[in-house]
């Protein structure tokens, strides 16, 4: 695909996000591989940057090993995340922000020293600080929310917001821990932990695999989302939201 191709559907995909206007997929009329579908989501995310967005992080996809078999992957995606899409838990979700919006019950991770490489699972302890329950705001670009992987990975991965609850010592474990979606008080989604590939410190693992191979800045301060641990529900106008990881407490946000 040539460099021209490149930036003007980066810049399709920025204005259709700016303007919470579904655009039709990238794929029905170009053929574009998954590198090149990496680089229009670093052009699209610069946008961004220039209107004085800042990055705050990086988000996982296909990380539970169903979706990604499902998917025909073999490994996960990831988008990155800038302030302007970070809400407090408690605050209210503008829906005029969004096309089609879907939440996810998630953990996040918060980094207290520069990644620059793989790191392993024993390595954690020296990199991450702190881990929160979070909610993530998925919303495709795309009509319909119909896309193919190069697609959705263009479209920064569909992210769209994120909610985060208090931060949390890191404990031993995060394995076999309830994680639960409610709206209002009815429980939408709800599964183990261990549905975040098989257990969740491994997202940091791969999030630092795919930082590294991308050259993508990876530093302190910076957050890391883990994957979503259930299938993402619709968002429904005026019914509180909240995520609740066990041991980890939950947040919330009330969609407007």
């Known amino acids: 695909m040539a460099a021209m191709d490149i930036s003007s559907i980066a810049l399709q995909l920025d204005l259709a996000a700016k303007n919470a206007k579904a655009t039709e997929q990238i794929s029905l009329t170009t053929t574009f591989s998954e590198e090149e579908a990496y680089e229009i989501q670093r052009i699209s995310l610069e946008e961004r940057y220039k209107r004085g967005e800042n990055f705050v992080g990086l988000k996982l996809g296909f990380t539970s090993f169903a979706k990604m078999e499902q998917m025909g992957v073999h490994d996960m995606i990831w988008g990155r995340l800038t302030d302007d899409m970070l809400y407090a838990s408690g605050e209210e979700l503008p829906m005029e922000k969004f096309i089609h919006p879907r939440a996810e019950p998630e953990i996040a991770f918060l980094l207290k020293k520069d990644i620059d490489r793989e790191i392993s699972l024993e390595e954690i302890p020296d990199y991450i600080l702190a881990c929160a329950p979070a909610i993530e705001i998925i919303d495709s670009r795309y009509e319909n929310f119909k896309f193919s992987l190069e697609d959705v990975i263009a479209d920064n991965c569909s992210s769209a917001g994120f909610v985060l609850g208090a931060w949390q010592p890191l404990p031993e474990s995060l394995n076999d ?80």
């Not at 989604?189 to 791969?206: F, G, K, M, R, T």
């Not at 930082?211 to 302190?220: C, E, I, L, N, P």
């Not at 890391?224 to 990881?245: C, D, M, N, R």
């Open 177 to 256: 821990l309830n994680i639960s979606l409610k709206f209002d008080k009815e429980v939408k989604q709800e599964d183990s932990s261990n549905a975040i590939l098989d257990n969740p410190y491994l997202s940091v693992c791969n999030a630092s695999r795919l930082a590294a191979k991308y050259k993508q800045d990876f530093k302190v301060g910076d957050i890391l989302l883990a994957g979503a641990a259930t299938p993402a529900v619709f968002i429904e106008s005026g019914k509180k939201i909240t995520a609740k990881v066990e041991t980890l407490g939950s947040c919330t946000i009330l969609p407007k």
